[in-house]
């Protein structure tokens, strides 16, 4: 995991600086495995959250706030009683171990100074709170380890503190390096990063890649595949991040998925520079704070994109369903028009046609070459009952191609308009974004409000993407189908130029006119960002419409979103990822959320 010794080093030596001296406040239990701890330290308000989660165990200064429960649960009202209104006066990290302790200073009932010790054990889903006392007795922990759970170690209440069971590893603060590289030559069959991993105190798989990476080595290679000249450069790689190590010149980086900083990947207190993209700050609890807030933003808008997709996928399922059944009823009643013929022959052929005949053959007079039709005919049916027959199996298959032309229009708009909605879900990058899709279903019927739902109605909508040319121009982008609308409908001026993909769900791109023509690099501009927010992102050769705004109607009794226009021209780009990234940045996207 990416907080490992090293990161914990920085983090206890960052927090000794901040909060030595300051006092605890209040103390919270938001979650089941985390406290939050309000302190006063040199003039200014901290947050110290400690979390023993265990996919996201950690220690850090944050800004975030989250509801508390009505009734604290016990460990948070034992940390009252014990620390509330103490003094912090050392915080301790233990020889490259993920364990860090907040050492209070505190009066008991008895007006008696005592100190204790709140240590942390960043140790995946073995991770815990502690708090002991002054003879390192535990006091109790967030979570309890009974001899059930593990023979090795015991974590309940009067149970004296041990340490982890250590293991055979090197400090790297320590290590000598020319005898650690004479051990590694020896090894055989294991790979290299794996080999550092199960060596060095304090480093994650991320560093031993890091190591790898620096050292132009593949991290995968096996030690007894490595050439001298390989090992020397994972010698010397080694060797300078273990010198950032020891002489505590951190760089705390945080590395995104790409430049809209919606993913992060990893974060680290030294550079890790096999990500391309990377954001630093001087505070390693910054970068764990946005790091972990990020990614808990990102996993609830999986999951409350999920919600929706499943519905909308439903519906889509159903649609296509009902498109398909349409489109057979019309390859079935395809040849209707043979009916009327045959009845229209029978007719004028009435008086030669035998009773009781099973078929007749006639002259078809609409041919041009005088073919000759061969009609079935009911035989206990008279010649002008079977011309009737057939006139009403014309009628039914006439009614029933009208009604299915007619379904099927309507089922193609509908599907148009589901795979809108998921463009808009797949594209949104807030909470918002996702309510205000989910809002828009419920308008148009496909949800049922919710009674929360109801009670955020006063929230204020968001404004669309915004975008500057390089010729100056601002260009408009629609987050969903409803800011579209209003974003084509009401905001734009007739004059202003309207850009859609052609054929594929997309955002409604509007550039807003000045004087004179808008410029061709404009008009590239906007379409490489018209392809972007839409299905065809990812795809090459995007044809883009685009035409004045004046020529855009939308149809009486259409769902959001959905326009007709008239008067367009279409033009060819490619959305290159890199392409988009750089307009991105040279444009600095304005989100006004």
């Known amino acids: 995991m990416p907080f490992d010794g090293v990161v914990a080093k920085n983090v206890a030596m960052e927090l000794y600086d901040i909060l030595v001296g ?24 901290y947050k110290l959250l400690l979390s023993a989660n265990a996919s996201y165990p950690r220690i850090h200064l944050t800004s975030l706030s989250k509801e508390n429960p009505m009734n604290p649960p016990v460990f948070c009202m034992l940390l009252r009683k014990h620390l509330q209104g103490g003094r912090i006066v050392n915080i301790e990290f233990y020889d490259f171990e993920r364990i860090i302790s907040v050492h209070v200073e505190a009066l008991n009932e008895m007006g008696d100074t005592t100190y204790k010790k709140l240590l942390i054990e960043i140790m995946g889903k073995h991770s815990n709170i502690i708090l002991l ?18 023979r090795v170690r015991e974590v309940m209440p009067a149970r004296l503190y041990t340490f982890p069971p250590g293991q055979d590893k090197e400090n790297p603060e320590k290590i000598n390096l020319d005898e650690f590289m004479k ?17 060095i ?3 994650s798989p991320l560093l031993c890649d890091e190591v790898c990476y620096r050292a ?25 991040i273990i010198l950032k190590i020891s002489s505590s010149n951190f760089t705390p980086c945080i590395a995104w998925s790409d430049q809209t900083k919606r993913k992060p990947l990893d974060f680290h207190s030294l550079e890790i520079t096999q990500y391309p993209i990377l954001e630093y700050n001087s505070s390693i609890c910054h970068i764990l704070d946005l790091f972990y807030t990020s990614k808990d933003n990102a996993e609830r808008l999986v999951q409350k994109k999920s919600a929706l997709n499943k519905i909308l996928n439903n519906y889509l399922d159903r649609c296509n369903k009902k498109i398909a059944i349409h489109q057979d009823t019309l390859r079935q009643v395809a040849d209707r028009d043979k009916f009327k013929l045959y009845g229209e022959l029978i007719t004028a052929n009435i008086y030669c046609i035998p009773k009781n005949a099973k078929k007749v053959s006639l002259l078809n007079y609409y041919s ?18 079977n011309a009737q027959m057939y006139f009403k199996k014309f009628a039914k298959a006439k009614n029933a191609f009208n009604y299915a032309s007619a379904q099927l229009e309507d089922a193609y708009k509908e599907l148009e308009y589901i795979e809108s909605v998921i463009q808009n879900l797949d594209s949104a990058t807030s909470t918002q974004e996702i309510e205000e899709i989910r809002q828009e279903l419920v308008n148009v019927g ?6 929360s739902s109801k009670n955020k109605k006063n929230v204020r909508p968001l404004e669309p993407y915004r975008y500057k040319s390089s010729d100056g121009y601002d260009i408009l982008v629609g987050r969903n189908n409803v800011q579209n609308d209003i974003l084509t409908l009401k905001t734009a001026s007739s004059n202003d130029l309207w850009l859609h993909t052609k054929n594929i769900p997309g955002s409604h791109v509007i550039v807003k006119k000045q004087a004179g023509d808008i410029p061709d690099t404009t008009l590239i501009e906007a379409a490489l960002i018209a392809a972007y927010h839409s299905k065809g992102k990812m795809s090459s050769h995007v044809e883009v419409d685009y035409t004045q705004v004046k020529n855009v109607k939308k149809p009486k009794g259409a769902k959001p979103g ?28 304005v989100d006004k959320e």
């Open 133 to 150: 006392n002054d003879n390192d007795i535990i006091i109790d922990s967030i979570k309890h380890i009974d001899s059930d759970i593990s």
């Open 22 to 45: 300051g006092r605890i406040d209040k103390i919270y239990q938001p979650e089941q495995d985390e406290i939050l701890i309000h302190i006063r330290a040199k003039g200014q308000n």
């Open 183 to 199: 051990k590694t030559k020896s090894q055989s069959g294991i790979r290299i990063s794996k080999y550092l991993l199960n060596s």
């Open 446 to 451: 496909y949800l049922s409000e919710s009674r």
């Open 562 to 589: 959905m326009v007709t226009y008239v008067n367009y021209k279409t033009i060819v780009v490619t959305p290159d990822e890199n392409k988009i990234r750089n307009l991105e940045y040279k444009y600095k996207k």
């Open 368 to 385: 041009e070459n005088n073919e000759y039709i061969d009609i079935p005919l009911d035989e206990n049916l008279l010649p002008q009952d």
């Open 201 to 203: 105190k304090g480093f």
């Open 216 to 240: 132009q080595v593949d991290a995968k290679t096996p030690i007894d595949k490595l050439t001298d000249e390989e090992l020397e450069k994972i010698k010397n790689s080694l060797s300078e």
